[in-house]
Nanobody, 121 residues
Framework: QVQFVESGGGLVQPGGSLRLSCVVS????????MAWYRQAPGKQRELVAM???????RYQESVKGRFIISRDNANKSVDLQMNFLRPDDTAVYYC???????????????WGQGTQVTVSS
């Protein structure tokens, strides 16, 4: 019922930049919060950044000042601009959205398939 298309991951040198994009489609009535999470090998999945429907944002402390999350409600998309990347940013990055389907009452979190980001020289 919900499809995610994530793009923009890859290999980048320390200090470089990447932009992740996520487009959501399906039988969607409303999308509330959208977010990016990441999971490094051997670690738990963690929130990187979140953006509300009206644009309010929240960031993990380690990415403040380096990453910027944005969204386009009309296109049901969320982006993550990542600057000054560090080796410890290496992880699989997952798009997340809290969605109300057209035949549903409650909002439910849905996940993308993930995109690999590797920061290495």
């Amino acid at each position: 019922q919900v499809q995610f298309v994530e793009s923009g991951g890859g290999l980048v040198q320390p200090g470089g930049s990447l932009r992740l994009s996520c487009v959501v489609s399906g039988n969607i009535l409303t999308i509330y919060d959208m977010a990016w999470y990441r999971q490094a090998p051997g670690k738990q999945r963690e929130l990187v950044a979140m953006i509300g429907r009206e644009g309010s944002t929240r960031y993990q402390e380690s990415v403040k000042g380096r990453f910027i999350i944005s969204r386009d409600n009309a296109n049901k998309s969320v982006d993550l601009q990542m600057n000054f990347l560090r080796p410890d940013d290496t992880a699989v990055y997952y798009c997340n959205a809290r969605i109300v389907l057209r035949d549903a009452v409650w909002a439910t979190p849905y996940w993308g398939q993930g995109t690999q980001v590797t920061v290495s020289s």
